[in-house]
């Protein structure tokens, strides 16, 4: 038993321009014009061409399609009550992937906090380690003043003429 496979389109576009209805089939042939098969179809459903009433027995399952709003759901579901099932089946696939999407961004604020403290900590210490090599080069800069100060003294230099060398405390070259 051969089964027939039926392709089927449904576009929020005019995909076909050349064509005037919002329902085209197209079967597969080759180019001397013989069919493929006939086991293969393809069908493609325009829904901007949707006209705005209820021409055939798909009509109101492309105007599901359609739909935006919830009264535009309930508005169907009263005018076809064959498709309420189907409408609150996609309520409540709505509801999940809200669901989805709040835990969704829950998840990520969770991650996006870790990365922030992540990097507050390596700012910190960052920062602690430019401080501690500024007062490091400070503490450094300061006992090569204080050696040569040394030096300036064991050569005679006076305080007063070390001090304008090198920017030192009149007591603290004293206390050498």
Same mark, same amino acid.
């Given at each position: 038993m051969q089964h027939q496979v039926i392709s089927i389109v449904i576009c929020n576009h005019n995909l076909l321009?050349?064509?005037d209805g919002y329902i085209t089939e197209y079967g597969f042939k080759n180019d001397k014009n013989r069919s493929f098969t006939k086991l293969q179809r393809l069908i493609i459903l325009e829904l901007p061409k949707l006209p705005e009433t209820e021409d055939s027995a798909i009509?109101?399952?492309?105007q599901f399609f359609k739909c935006k709003t919830k009264e535009d759901f309930e508005m169907l579901a009263k005018k076809h009550p064959e498709l309420k099932k189907p409408i609150n089946y996609a309520k409540k696939m709505s509801l999940l992937e809200q669901w989805r999407d709040i835990r969704f961004h829950r998840n990520l604020q969770k991650v996006d906090d870790r990365m922030l403290l992540l990097q507050w900590k390596i700012d910190g210490h960052a920062e602690g380690h +430019?401080?501690?090599?500024?007062?490091?080069? +400070?503490e450094g800069q300061k006992a090569e003043k204080l050696n040569a100060a040394r030096n300036a003294l064991a050569e005679g230099l006076t305080p007063e003429v070390i001090q304008k060398i090198t920017g030192l405390d009149l007591e603290t070259i004293q206390g050498l």
């Open positions: 321009d050349e064509e009509w109101p399952w492309l +430019a401080e501690g090599h500024a007062e490091g080069h +400070a």
